[in-house]
């Protein structure tokens, strides 16, 4: 017979309260918002004491830093999803780019704690972010590496874009970005199309230009477009 000391129930009660305090927390950040998180607040819904929970998370920051890392893993599980059946390196594009702006508009809330303004007092510890955080650019870096070289585009400056090149030659060295293949150069045009993906959605999500259109999707096709033109031609 079991009883309430048994390894395996105890396993059980941690992984449950584990799973309500991140949903409690996700709530709350929909709510309230990354800067107004309490760990107070988040014990009280839950029905318990903040020292109850500090066998789990020690404090407001520690429950930021299990919130982004678990979105990160999710938008990463959504892009990996959508990516993984698609063939050629613009169409394995196209579907990063749309799983990026569909999980956006999906979970806005989490999408501004990723990618809007830092949260005041808060700074995410790089041990437990970083392999989370790296994945959906480190996506993009997979697919950009199908392409040795960028294409050229009229109007751009060689010295310029060569100066910007040897700007990120640390980063090209970084262990994760030679694995996946990616030149120098491509590197250089991934983060740009990144930037550029990341600006348009941020404009979508934020409301940042008002009512400009009654058709976003059709702005963020021609994004999408422009991106895959810089990335491959």
Same mark, same amino acid.
């Given at each position: 017979?079991?009883?309430?000391?048994? =390894?395996?129930?105890r @396993?059980?009660k #941690?992984?449950?309260?584990? %799973? $309500?305090?991140?949903?409690?927390g996700?709530?709350?950040?929909? $709510?309230?918002?990354?800067?107004?998180l309490s760990?107070?607040?988040?014990?009280r819904?839950?029905?318990?004491?903040?020292s109850?929970?500090?066998?789990?998370v020690?404090n407001r920051?520690?429950?930021?830093?299990?919130?982004?890392v678990e979105?990160?893993?999710?938008?990463?599980d959504?892009?990996?999803a959508?990516?993984e059946s698609? #063939? %050629?390196p613009?169409?394995r594009?196209?579907?990063?780019?749309?799983?990026?702006?569909?999980?956006?508009?999906?979970?806005?809330?989490e999408?501004?704690l990723?990618?809007?303004?830092?949260? =005041?007092?808060?700074?995410?510890?790089?041990?437990? +972010?970083?392999? @989370?955080? %790296?994945?959906?650019?480190l996506? /993009?870096?997979?697919i950009?590496? @199908?392409?040795?070289?960028p =294409?050229?585009?009229?109007? %751009?400056?060689?010295?310029t874009q060569?100066?910007?090149?040897?700007a990120?030659s640390g980063? @090209?060295? $970084?262990?994760e970005v030679?694995?996946?293949g990616l030149?120098?150069?491509?590197? +250089?045009r991934?983060?740009?199309?990144?930037? /550029?993906?990341?600006?348009?959605?941020?404009s $979508?999500?934020f409301?940042?230009?008002? =009512?400009?259109?009654? #058709?976003?999707?059709?702005?963020?096709a021609?994004?999408?477009?422009?991106?895959?033109?810089?990335?491959?031609?």
């Amino acid at each position: 017979m079991s009883t309430p000391d048994d =390894p395996g129930i105890r @396993a059980r009660k #941690r992984a449950g309260i584990e %799973t $309500e305090l991140r949903e409690v927390g996700r709530r709350h950040l929909a $709510e309230h918002g990354a800067a107004a998180l309490s760990l107070r607040a988040v014990a009280r819904d839950m029905n318990r004491t903040p020292s109850s929970l500090y066998r789990y998370v020690r404090n407001r920051d520690e429950l930021l830093t299990v919130l982004i890392v678990e979105a990160y893993d999710d938008l990463g599980d959504a892009i990996d999803a959508d990516v993984e059946s698609r #063939r %050629t390196p613009r169409t394995r594009f196209v579907a990063f780019a749309d799983a990026l702006r569909r999980w956006a508009i999906d979970h806005p809330s989490e999408y501004a704690l990723l990618y809007g303004s830092p949260v =005041p007092g808060y700074h995410a510890p790089v041990q437990a +972010t970083a392999r @989370a955080g %790296t994945r959906p650019i480190l996506a /993009l870096a997979a697919i950009s590496a @199908a392409v040795a070289e960028p =294409p050229a585009v009229v109007g %751009t400056d060689p010295k310029t874009q060569s100066t910007a090149i040897a700007a990120l030659s640390g980063l @090209a060295a $970084e262990p994760e970005v030679r694995a996946v293949g990616l030149s120098p150069a491509m590197l +250089t045009r991934a983060l740009t199309v990144w930037n /550029l993906l990341l600006g348009s959605i941020s404009s $979508e999500v934020f409301e940042q230009m008002g =009512p400009t259109t009654d #058709r976003p999707d059709r702005v963020w096709a021609g994004v999408v477009d422009l991106g895959a033109a810089l990335l491959f031609g």
